[in-house]
């Protein structure tokens, strides 16, 4: 299972666009989840399902997104009730090119008295005393479950089971470029939901969904809402609310494309509301004392919320250097003071990591150089 996973990641490489300044979000790609056979969650008197719902929010928000910015290539996974594999959704955003994936789903549990929204990304619980097994996993295993219905899914996710834990320990290895910026988006649609017609917001995760994992782009999943809960459902009922629900989603990835293209005295406003400053205050900001003699380039692994060990098996008996940027600790190893010191240990160090790359480090800023 280990080498077919690795050789996965190691193709979805050669599809992930490298971040750069002056890139433009000029894709989109919302998957309204499940569909056609699949159902999803199904409201207790058996009358609303979660498959419907989230057809209807993504097409407000795909219609927001189009009208506000009409060069923005903005495509649904499924635009009626139709089924489509997890595979095939990422797929569809991989063979797009896309800058970015929202997956959109309700949440539903046994007991009714469960509400909220959240916000989910790729990769290992930052809880402390939890682990990546224990973290949501009655709603990973919900979502990832329904590749159970595919045809042939031991062919397509090889050794792969939604119900065993092992099965998601190399997941690990995406924790990667692509989790900062999902994070920085996840944290924005978080702080847009608030306020709105579902109340509890139940916070952002770091979590091992299936159809995460297959993109090779920034990608969230939302959970919004619990069909299961009666308040949450009254309002997903309503479509006032359900269009409430994709104009704060909106309101995010607004904000999220400034940030990304780098639009420098917008992203200052909207990120700081500093006007003293007109470059946002991010990692990438320059570092205006740090000597030149600081500056080093090393190989960057893992961008991840929790604190690892250092000698955690996961860095394969490399020491690592980590830098705290924001919400998420940054962890580098081959560290040299010429790129193409560094550049010349990417190659071995690619076949543990598949998603590696090289950064250049002045003081505790951090750059991404290839």
Known sequence: MKRTICLFLASLLCLAPAAADGLRLSTVVIDAGHGGKDSGAVSKDGKSYEKTFVLDIAKTLRDKIRAAYPD???ILTRSTDTYVTLGGRADIANKANANLFISIHINSIDKTSPNGYSVHVLGQSHKKGTDLYANNMDIVRRENSVILLEDDYSTTYGDFDPNDP???IFMNL???ANLEQSVRFAELVEKHLKGGPIKNDRGVSQDPFLVLWRTAMPAVLLELGFISNATDLAALRKQTDRDKLAERVFQAFKEYKTIYEGGASQAAAV???DPASSVPKTETAPA?????GDTMYAVQIFAVRKSMDPKSPEFMGYTPRVIKSGTLNKYFIATGRSAAEVR???PAIRKKYPDAFVVKIVGETVTRVD
């Open 288 to 292: 205006k004392s740090a000597p030149e």
């Open 174 to 176: 995406m924790q990667n």
């Open 72 to 74: 923005v290539n903005v």
């Open 271 to 273: 990120q700081q509301k």
């Open 166 to 168: 092992e099965s998601y």
């Open 344 to 346: 010349k240990k990417l």
